[in-house]
């Protein structure tokens, strides 16, 4: 569905958990594009006319589920950058239920096959995020993070304005 008010779902990680992730953010994406802090994108574009009917969606999900254990399983090399790889059972199932809510809606970018991530670095020279990716990679150990709930953001042609958060 085409839309002209893109709504941006994203899972919404324990502060403390977030943090080391934009300290790298801060230090390593580029300035001008870095509208925001850390995040894990769930979807990339619900159709803001229907606002209401999603955040009752979330509602309904999210007060089935409870705080969600994910583990930061590795680095990710996106080609213009960097990103740390999340994989949680319980997260791929919300995914999977708010997918099936929102499917009649998805465009391509949300069909495809989800690979939960943290971008850390995006649309630099193939070089720095090389040389980020080296980095990150030595003596990687995977971690723990918590997922608390849900942001639903809008996004306005670069920055993204806040909407709702609905926890778990």
């Not at 705080?67 to 990710?76: L, R, W, Y």
């Amino acid at each position: 569905m085409k839309t002209r008010q893109p709504l941006i779902l994203a899972a919404q990680i324990e502060d403390g958990d977030l943090e080391p992730f934009e300290v790298l953010r801060r230090a390593h994406f580029p300035a001008e594009r870095n509208f925001l802090r850390a995040h894990l994108t769930m979807f990339h574009r619900l159709p803001g006319e229907h606002l209401e009917r999603i955040i009752g969606a979330l509602q309904n999900v999210a007060s089935d589920a409870s705080p969600i254990s994910a583990e930061v399983a590795g680095t990710s090399h996106l080609g213009q950058g960097v990103a740390f790889t999340i994989e949680s059972a319980d997260l791929y199932k919300v995914h999977a239920e708010l997918r099936s809510i929102f499917l009649p809606w998805l465009g391509g970018q949300d069909l495809q096959k989800w690979r939960p991530h943290i971008t850390i670095q995006n649309k630099v020279a193939r070089q720095s995020a090389d040389a980020l990716y080296r980095t990150l990679s030595e003596g990687f150990e995977p971690s723990q993070i918590t997922i608390i709930g849900l942001d639903l953001w809008h996004y306005m042609n670069g920055p993204w304005k806040h909407e709702a958060t609905i926890m778990f």
